[in-house]
């Protein structure tokens, strides 16, 4: 599927535009809701964003949790609590955690609507906003908290004129139009961990090397992945090269001159990795741990 959002091209102009309009969006809400990739929350993070968010309530949520190894999951919990960041593990197709979801911004809130009340104010509303890089779940979070189906919502950067409120349960209003962050692209290794996952367009790198990359990458963090799904064994020290070669002969991806047909082996394996058949797999951890 290709997606309005993919076509982003940032350059300085647009990211300064995109920053204006958040902190516009920002005098109108109570609360931040910030989603990251669980499988890369550093790569998936806006450089910039606690930066422009200031000191308002900030809520975390690591999306595609479910394609996140539970063991990284966990570290990255205890590594975000201990630093008093409000995180929760979730999936946006969810309607489960959806009300979770709720339930935590009204938690995180709480002194904050005691005090409307306390002023007399009835039914006391709290206003809230998604933001995130592209294609980390944004619109599905909307679509599913609202209870609306396949909508897209906004196809550009920052956020538009004109300003629509979701209503939520427990009292809770939603912008309906995400703020679209950019990733630190600048980094290489930020790049490749955008690409494995789907982040960024496959364009901006070939994918052969790509994949390449990733099967390097999955080597490194447990050969056992590839070798139980293509029932392929890896010997020691054998280059990424030999094992994608590997792989495509296991699976039948030779041309008909028996050559290998390393975008059919590339993309097979990119998707695989993208749609969690490879297994759950958290391709970075906290720095420290
Ligand atoms: P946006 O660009 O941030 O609005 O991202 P989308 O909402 O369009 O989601 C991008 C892709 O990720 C879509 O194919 C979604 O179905 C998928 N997606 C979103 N959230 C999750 C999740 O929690 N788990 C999984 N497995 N896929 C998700």
Known sequence: MVKDMDHINWYPGHMKKTKDLLRDS?????IVVELLDSRIPRSSKNPDIDTIINN?????LMNKSDLGNEEGNRIWKKHLENENTKVMFVNAHSP???????????????DKI????????????????????????????INSLSGRKGAKTGNRPGVTKGKQWIKLKGNIELLDTPGILWPKFEDQEVAMNLGFTGAIKDEVLDIETLA???????????SAVLEDRYGIEISEGQSPLGVMDTIALA??????????????????????FRKGVLGRITLELPERE
């Open 26 to 30: 920002l005098k109108l809400i109570d």
């Open 56 to 60: 308002k309530p900030k809520l975390v």
């Open 96 to 110: 489960k955690d959806g009300a979770r979801i709720t339930k935590e911004i009204q938690s995180i809130l709480k």
């Open 114 to 141: 005691e005090e409307r009340k306390a002023k007399g104010i009835k039914n006391v509303t709290v206003r809230a906003m998604i933001v995130g890089i592209p294609n980390v779940g944004k619109s599905t979070l």
């Open 212 to 222: 390449l990359r990733l099967i390097e990458r999955l080597i490194s963090i447990d």
């Open 251 to 272: 699976r039948g991806a030779v041309a008909r001159n028996k050559e290998i047909d390393y975008t059919r082996v590339a993309n097979m394996v990119l998707d695989e």
